[in-house]
């Protein structure tokens, strides 16, 4: 096992690339991999993004196919008919069941076949509270989990755990790339290039932005 390599969880959105990029810095690009889920999105764009990301920033990306998620469970995250709704206190219709235990085992499980240690992902309790696979006691016992299952010293990273949006803009203006994420990341939830400014992802990125914006130049 090689404890300087890394596999980051990686969709090409704002958090997962600031992971990524991170994590270049950190371990350099040769011992940093990608690994990119196509589960049925909504929209084929941010696929298309996390493919250049990947390529701009000279990392091997593997891309798997988990489409079979559409057969077994429903959300607004995947089928482009329905409308996003996000409850008061309930958890928002865009929740994809599971995800993120899936996307971990299958990472760990490249990750042992590849010699890496880390396994890196964005995942964040902050701003999506509602979603219960974000939460770190997940991530903690996730990693238990996987550590049994596969008798290995997997070590999940969750950099942005406890950031708000703005910090996350922060820590990327920090790593010096905030230029290159605002204008290469996809995140919008209707899948308009730049964002449509009006879903719940576009709102919470732009919050988070103009936040840090304003308090860099107070
Ligand atoms: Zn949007």
Redesign the pocket.
């Known amino acids: 096992m090689n404890p300087q390599k890394a596999v980051v969880v990686f969709s090409g959105g704002q958090d997962s690339t600031t992971c990524l990029i991170q994590a270049i810095r950190r371990y350099g690009n040769d011992n940093v991999e990608a690994i990119t889920f196509r589960y049925g999105q909504r929209h084929a764009i941010e696929l298309e993004r996390a493919r250049r990301i990947a390529q701009d920033l000279g990392v091997r990306q593997t891309v798997l196919d988990l489409s079979l998620m559409q057969q077994i469970t429903h959300n607004a995250l995947m089928d482009e008919t329905a409308e996003i709704q996000a409850p008061a206190g309930g958890v928002p219709n865009t929740f994809v069941d599971g995800r993120n235990a899936l996307f971990l085992l299958y990472a760990a499980i490249y990750a042992k076949s590849r010699n890496a240690r880390h396994l890196i992902t964005g995942v964040c309790e902050t701003d999506f509270s509602g979603y219960p696979d974000c939460r770190d006691i997940f991530i903690k016992s996730m990693n238990v989990t996987l550590n049994l299952a596969m008798d290995y010293d997997f070590q999940i990273h969750t950099p942005l755990m406890y950031l708000t949006k703005a910090q996350t803009w922060a820590l990327a203006d920090e790593l010096g790339c905030l230029d290159y994420i605002r204008e290469h990341t996809h ?6 290039a730049g ?9 919470l990125r732009e919050r988070g932005l103009t936040e840090y914006l304003a308090g860099k130049t107070a």
């Open positions: 995140t919008c939830y209707h899948g308009v964002g449509c400014g009006e879903c719940p992802s576009c709102v």
